[in-house]
């Protein structure tokens, strides 16, 4: 296995023995006991569905298994299994493993009444990402009164893979090939079972998500099989709606069948699922990461995007243009320096969903964030760079570089987010007014330079309209 950056934390799975410290809370697999620091109750590396290992890995999940006493959750779990990317803006706190869906929860420890639940979906390429960067830790929301959930997806090859013998078996009835997509369905699913005995509120959940996990939410909003599973979702530079270059089943599967051929597996060999499935999980990433994920076009392809299959996942694009979704109320934005740039898929896609939410009659509220930490001294929102603030975690990232005007820009933009999963609307006391999105003002919010946030016509529109389709 793996080492990197950080110190591994240790997986939290023993049980304790005596009085746990913390809260300790009942699931529906057993009791869990957490921490408790600066008024902020945690539970960590809580098993949400049984180790995607062994006859398990390209399965469903499966149902975790119960223990008896009082297990410690004051750890992560591991991060999903993945070579890590070194340039990450959240580099990983734990070593990668493939036993890895597990959820952490954060909550005010003194808090009576039931919580607005968000629940974060990270991004990473679907080859990289986890629970556990700390400025994804959820500390600092719980101190403004909700309940924060965050859980671990399989990525690369583990969490995207169709093979002609898997198809042949179908021991899930139709799901297939999106696991990555599975995982998160089971974890929204965890909570609206077991996130009631933490003192959240099942029927108020907000699913927040970027890049990768901002395309995680569309797909979650539009999915057959997450109805009723979240009252609420945040699209951060999520793209168009559109699928990430896996074309179906079929040609996932010859993926697959192109990947089984790299480790000398023929397609038309009886074992082939069980020589794939004794792969180790280091040859099973075999070198993908952001990095690598992009092959030349004239090389094989043997890592498959998730891909709408119609049980799992649609096209998320057209089922917002067709108003076939929940009527959920959205959040939706890119950074202004984004991938793409200015008029580029997740700039231009955001603003395009967000129109075709509106357009369906949905609350759609669409944002720019232009906000650059003072300690980067130069314009230009990147890509993920909006996380920290959104987050109110901005002091952790930039640490002893963040300055006062860092500090406010979180509070602020932190503030809208709360407001918005505890009621649906981010508009609140001393917050400048953030208006529906509608196509025909085309008015957004802009978290500008400056720190402030200034609502009015998106000074992107004309050119966005004016550019040729932006490819992804």
Same mark, same amino acid.
């Given at each position: 296995?793996?080492?990197? #950056?950080? +110190?591994?934390?240790?997986?939290?799975?023993?049980?304790?023995?005596?009085?746990?410290?913390?809260?300790?809370?009942?699931?529906?697999?057993?009791?869990?006991?957490?921490?408790?620091?600066?008024?902020?109750?945690?539970?960590?590396?809580?098993?949400?569905?049984?180790?995607?290992?062994?006859?398990?890995?390209?399965?469903?999940?499966?149902?975790? &298994?119960?223990?008896?006493?009082?297990?410690?959750?004051?750890? @992560?779990?591991?991060?999903?299994?993945?070579?890590?990317?070194? %340039?990450?803006?959240?580099?990983?706190?734990?070593?990668?493993?493939?036993?890895?869906?597990?959820?952490?929860?954060?909550?005010?420890?003194?808090?009576? &009444?039931?919580?607005?639940?968000?629940?974060?979906?990270?991004?990473?390429?679907?080859?990289?990402?986890?629970? %556990?960067?700390?400025?994804?830790?959820?500390?600092?929301?719980?101190?403004?009164?909700?309940?924060?959930? %965050?859980?671990?997806?399989?990525?690369?090859?583990?969490?995207?893979?169709?093979?002609?013998?898997?198809?042949?078996?179908?021991?899930?009835?139709?799901?297939?090939?999106? @696991?990555?997509?599975?995982?998160?369905?089971?974890?929204?699913?965890?909570?609206?079972?077991?996130?009631?005995?933490?003192?959240?509120?099942?029927?108020?959940?907000?699913?927040?998500? *970027?890049?990768?996990?901002?395309?995680?939410?569309?797909?979650? +909003?539009?999915? /057959?099989?997450?109805?009723?599973?979240?009252?609420?979702?945040?699209?951060?530079?999520?793209?168009?709606?559109?699928?990430?270059?896996?074309? #179906?089943?079929?040609?996932? *599967?010859?993926?697959?069948?192109?990947?089984?051929?790299?480790?000398?597996?023929?397609?038309?060999?009886?074992?082939?699922?069980?020589?794939?499935?004794?792969?180790?999980?280091? *040859?099973?990433?075999?070198?993908?990461?952001?990095?690598?994920?992009?092959?030349?076009?004239?090389?094989?392809?043997?890592?498959?995007?998730?891909? $709408?299959?119609?049980?799992?996942?649609?096209?998320?694009? !057209?089922?917002?243009?067709?108003?076939?979704?929940?009527?959920?109320?959205?959040?939706?934005?890119?950074? =202004?320096?984004?991938?793409?740039? &200015?008029?580029?898929?997740? +700039?231009?896609?955001?603003?395009?969903?967000?129109?075709?939410?509106?357009?369906?009659? !949905?609350?759609?509220?669409?944002?720019?964030?232009? @906000?650059?930490?003072? %300690?980067?001294?130069?314009?230009?929102?990147?890509?993920?760079?909006?996380?920290?603030?959104?987050? =109110?975690?901005?002091?952790?990232?930039?640490? =002893?570089?963040?300055?006062?005007?860092?500090?406010?820009?979180?509070?602020?933009?932190? $503030?809208?987010?709360?407001?918005?999963?505890?009621?649906?609307?981010?508009?609140?006391? #001393?917050?400048?007014?953030?208006?529906?999105?509608?196509?025909?003002?085309?008015?957004?919010?802009?978290?500008?330079?400056?720190?402030?946030? +200034?609502?009015?016509?998106?000074?992107?529109?004309?050119?966005?309209?004016?550019? /040729?389709? /932006?490819?992804?």
């Amino acid at each position: 296995m793996m080492k990197f #950056g950080m +110190v591994a934390l240790a997986f939290g799975g023993a049980l304790l023995s005596g009085t746990a410290q913390g809260q300790t809370v009942a699931t529906e697999s057993g009791k869990v006991a957490g921490s408790t620091v600066d008024g902020i109750a945690s539970w960590k590396g809580i098993p949400f569905a049984a180790p995607p290992v062994g006859p398990l890995r390209w399965r469903a999940p499966q149902p975790a &298994a119960r223990w008896s006493g009082v297990r410690a959750a004051t750890d @992560y779990g591991h991060d999903c299994m993945q070579l890590p990317f070194p %340039s990450d803006a959240a580099p990983l706190g734990t070593t990668p493993a493939e036993d890895c869906l597990t959820v952490n929860v954060w909550k005010p420890a003194a808090a009576k &009444a039931k919580l607005p639940v968000i629940v974060w979906i990270y991004g990473g390429g679907f080859v990289n990402g986890g629970a %556990s960067p700390p400025t994804y830790a959820g500390a600092n929301l719980a101190k403004q009164g909700v309940m924060f959930v %965050s859980f671990n997806y399989r990525l690369g090859r583990f969490g995207t893979f169709a093979h002609p013998q898997l198809t042949a078996q179908d021991p899930d009835r139709g799901r297939l090939g999106n @696991y990555g997509y599975m995982d998160q369905l089971a974890a929204l699913q965890w909570v609206q079972r077991n996130i009631a005995a933490f003192g959240g509120d099942p029927k108020n959940v907000t699913i927040v998500g *970027e890049s990768a996990g901002g395309m995680s939410v569309n797909t979650m +909003v539009t999915s /057959p099989l997450a109805k009723g599973l979240f009252a609420r979702a945040i699209v951060m530079s999520g793209g168009d709606g559109g699928s990430r270059g896996t074309n #179906g089943l079929a040609d996932a *599967e010859k993926i697959g069948v192109d990947f089984a051929a790299s480790k000398s597996i023929a397609r038309d060999d009886p074992a082939a699922l069980a020589k794939l499935r004794a792969l180790s999980p280091d *040859e099973v990433v075999n070198g993908l990461n952001l990095a690598a994920m992009f092959t030349p076009p004239s090389a094989v392809k043997t890592f498959a995007s998730p891909y $709408a299959d119609g049980v799992v996942a649609v096209d998320a694009a !057209a089922a917002y243009r067709s108003g076939a979704f929940p009527k959920v109320p959205i959040m939706i934005g890119a950074t =202004d320096n984004d991938i793409g740039g &200015a008029t580029g898929y997740m +700039v231009a896609g955001a603003r395009q969903l967000a129109g075709a939410i509106a357009a369906a009659g !949905a609350p759609a509220y669409h944002y720019r964030f232009s @906000y650059v930490a003072e %300690s980067i001294g130069k314009p230009g929102a990147g890509h993920a760079s909006d996380i920290p603030f959104f987050f =109110d975690t901005a002091a952790i990232k930039y640490g =002893d570089a963040t300055t006062a005007r860092d500090r406010q820009a979180a509070r602020t933009i932190s $503030a809208y987010v709360v407001n918005f999963a505890k009621t649906g609307d981010p508009n609140g006391a #001393g917050l400048p007014r953030w208006p529906r999105y509608d196509r025909q003002t085309d008015a957004l919010l802009d978290f500008t330079a400056s720190g402030a946030a +200034v609502a009015g016509k998106d000074p992107l529109g004309a050119a966005i309209d004016a550019a /040729p389709a /932006p490819t992804r």
